[in-house]
């Protein structure tokens, strides 16, 4: 089934199908299955799809506001032209293990315990998210931009930073595994 610019806000008669140029608003996934399914030029704004199962999904060109997403597999969606915009989401615990982010924001997010292990997010910009506990881990962060962030920890040693950009007082997150006591 084929859905084109269609503003959905009952999920009782869902389909699994290609959703181009929706808009998703008020929705609770909780018991729905979206595998498969394609979203492409679509928002989702106030649902919830905490704990939903994503794989096989297509996200291409999706903006996510104010959705809760925690607890996500990203790395079960479909990775061919995977682009998502997040701004005030609640991301905690998804995951995006070797996730090509790249085409991706995220905006006022809470990504408490996100993985990013081996992602590739160069040039990705985190903007005021906070990082509480968040893994980066082999992963491609040349000049992404944390910047603004709260409680970023990661080793450069084993990631790639190359151009990164951090505010100063963000310093003592990449330094942590020395056990530095730094004054201000």
């Not at 998703?24 to 106030?46: N, R």
């Not at 607890?71 to 682009?83: H, R, S, V």
């Amino acid at each position: 089934m084929n859905f084109f610019d269609q503003h959905i806000d009952k999920i009782d008669n869902w389909a699994i199908g290609t959703y181009e140029n929706c808009q998703f608003s008020g929705l609770d996934f909780k018991g729905v299955s979206i595998k498969g399914a394609k979203f492409i030029g679509c928002s989702f704004l106030d649902c919830d799809l905490s704990n939903l199962s994503v794989t096989g999904c297509a996200f291409q060109e999706v903006d996510f506001q104010n959705c809760k997403l925690q607890g996500i597999l990203f790395e079960a969606a479909n990775p061919f032209g995977f682009e998502c915009r997040f701004t005030n989401c609640l991301l905690r615990h998804a995951t995006f293990y070797q996730c090509n982010l790249q085409q991706c924001c995220f905006e006022h997010c809470d990504l408490t315990e996100v993985d990013f292990t081996e992602v590739k997010a160069s040039g990705l910009a985190f903007k005021e998210c906070i990082l509480t506990g968040a893994i980066f881990e082999n992963s491609d962060l040349r000049k992404a931009d944390f910047r603004g962030c709260q409680n970023l920890i990661l080793s450069p040693e084993r990631n790639q930073v190359k151009g990164m950009k951090i505010a100063a007082y963000q310093l003592s997150g990449l330094l942590l595994k020395y056990q530095l006591e730094i004054k201000s």
